[in-house]
């Protein structure tokens, strides 16, 4: 049986290698051996992964790279070009550097992504890391990603997860905090009427986050069916629409106290059509959040939105101290993130079962882990 230190010894070895999944072009991703990660250095740890989830971000490099993988050398962190993907996963830490008292080898942690400077620019000195001009991502941005089976990472990066978060639950702390902070950015408290475009993962999320803050109603659209399906089996209670064939507005505003339409609409898709569907759907002095990517300017009816009176606001990531929130969320049941999961593949299979899965406009596929174990 090979033992931690035996591990730790061996990934520090010259010339050792692990695999990886690395992105060279559009529609190119190569599952090869690289180079481990060297010991870790000060305020440094290293982690052993266990899942690692597929991201619409991953998607959109696999479709349309590089977007957020930079073609020059990173200003902060000197990455570019060929990149370990990966950024939704947890692992178990199996050396530290000199000065960290974030986590000790054994730890079973999930990874916070974003890198940035600690202090020197105005949003950073305020605690507002997410917002950094500097922002880098781990698996798209940094030399380190999910995709592999190690990782390299700062010691803010990591964060001890309780015995009641499983391994599969660390790697779905990320994308949830994604949809914990739509919902916060959104006001949603109890009682609060909710309507969230995109069934997507971060849709689905985003509805049990709201649900977890008290939502009274629950409303989705989406043009998939069967998407639609897999929001109806994970909260009954839930109504769906499909633009398709449904006037979501108009159903919303039937189905909402006094006929004014819903309290808060979270954009979860980057598409025109969803957002002006949730400018339509919010009642007057109502939110809309936008969490989505828009991949191009969104015409919008600004006189609707002076008429209602609403407030519009974007919603980038998460600030980085969620992480302890959105672990105790989930592993106290109150936000079930597992629910999103349909399949589980091995590294090896990551490309043809699960970014082409998740392209195929079939969309039978909602939420795909990858096993490093």
Known sequence: MTTTSELVRDAGAAGATMRALRFHAAKDLRVEDVARPEQPGPGQVLVRNRFVGICGTDLH??????????????????????????????????????????????DRVSIQPLVMPRS??????????????????????????????????????????????????????????????????????????????????????????????????????????????????????????????????????????????CDVAIECVGNEHALKACLDAVRKQGVVVQTGLHPHENPLDWFSVTFKDVDIRGSWAYPTHYWPRVIRMIASGLLPASKVVTKRIRLDEAVSEGFDALIDPAGTQLKILIDLS
């Open 61 to 106: 490099e696999y479709s349309y790279g590089p977007i957020f993988i930079p073609k020059e050398p990173h200003p902060f962190t000197g990455a570019h070009g060929t990149q370990i993907l990966g950024h939704e996963f947890g692992g178990v830490v199996e050396a530290v550097g000199a000065g960290v008292s974030a986590a000790k080898p054994g």
């Open 120 to 261: 020197g620019d105005y949003f950073s000195d305020r605690g507002l890391f997410h917002l950094s001009p500097d922002l880098a991502l781990v698996g798209l941005s940094w030399h380190s990603g999910g995709m592999a089976e190690w990782a390299l990472v700062n010691d803010y990066n990591v964060a001890v997860v309780p015995e009641e978060l499983t391994d599969e639950d660390a790697a779905l702390v990320e994308p949830t905090a994604v949809a914990v902070y739509a919902c916060d950015r959104g006001g949603v408290s109890a009682g609060s009427s909710v309507l969230v475009t995109g069934a997507g993962p971060i849709g689905a999320l985003t509805l049990l986050a709201a649900k977890a803050a008290g939502a009274a109603q629950l409303f989705v659209s989406d043009l998939n069916d069967t998407r639609l399906g897999f929001m109806r089996e994970m909260l009954p209670e839930v109504v769906t629409l499909n633009p398709k064939r449904d006037d979501v507005g108009a159903a919303i505003r039937s189905a909402t106290e006094g006929n004014v339409g």
